[in-house]
T-cell receptor, first 112, second 114 residues
Framework: DAGVIQSPRHEVTEMGQEVTLRCKPI?????LFWYRQTMMRGLELLIY????????DSGMPEDRFSAKMPNASFSTLKIQPSEPRDSAVYFC??????????FGPGTRLTVL | AQSVAQPEDQVNVAEGNPLTVKCTYS??????LFWYVQYPNRGLQFLLK??????LVKGSYGFEAEFNKSQTSFHLKKPSALVSDSALYFC????????????FGKGTRLHILP
């Protein structure tokens, strides 16, 4: 199994631009999670899906952030417009039966 | 509400010595407990979990953790530390009767000194 796949691995963009992060969960996993990691705030859960349905988006910082999961094998996290304070490493993780989560390698986002 | 506490930001251990990384938790009902490790510029890797059964859980890379219900703790241990164990370690908890959300601690940076 290839594990959780995220793209791009690095993204550098300018303030105000739209950013789209992509995630392919492990085949057969029914839960998907988006996290953000920064030095200041540590690891934060942004949103998670169960069977493609958003269950808890209380961690999404503001309306500039949105996430979708159109099918069981793909999810996106979009930031529009992006701001320098959005600079972080964004992780996607998936799990089966709600037990341990398996993390992707992350996308390092830099907003200038 | 569920919560996890990792009281030490950093732990320093000499190579070859035993190591302990502390974790305490708060959850309603029975807990599912996890340890993850993060190496530089990598995602979190699952190390071990406690769901039910034996309180001593063995995981990857020679690590183990002991579930202590009375002290609500789940400390990570290894009998003999390696320099390659240096990394960021996260404890996490989920209530067994709740949804899929796992609560992560803030992490403990482990430095193994050669």
């Amino acid at each position: 199994d290839a594990g959780v796949i995220q793209s791009p691995r690095h993204e550098v963009t300018e303030m105000g631009q739209e950013v789209t992060l992509r995630c392919k969960p492990i085949s057969g996993h029914n839960s998907l999670f988006w996290y953000r990691q920064t030095m200041m705030r540590g690891l934060e859960l942004l949103i998670y899906f169960n069977n493609n349905v958003p269950i808890d988006d209380s961690g999404m910082p503001e309306d500039r952030f949105s996430a979708k999961m159109p099918n069981a094998s793909f999810s996106t996290l979009k930031i529009q417009p992006s701001e320098p304070r959005d600079s972080a490493v964004y992780f996607c993780a998936s799990s089966s039966l709600g037990i341990e989560q398996f993390f992707g390698p992350g996308t390092r986002l830099t907003v200038l | 509400a569920q919560s996890v506490a990792q009281p030490e930001d950093q732990v320093n251990v000499a190579e070859g010595n035993p190591l302990t990384v502390k974790c305490t938790y708060s959850v309603s009902g029975n807990p599912y407990l996890f340890w993850y490790v993060q190496y530089p510029n990598r995602g979190l890797q699952f190390l071990l979990k406690y769901i039910t059964g034996d309180n001593l859980v063995k995981g990857s890379y020679g690590f183990e953790a002991e579930f202590n219900k009375s002290q609500t703790s789940f400390h990570l241990k290894k009998p003999s530390a390696l320099v390659s164990d240096s990394a960021l370690y996260f404890c996490a908890v989920r209530a067994s009767n709740r949804d899929d959300k796992i609560i992560f601690g803030k992490g403990t940076r482990l430095h193994i000194l050669p």
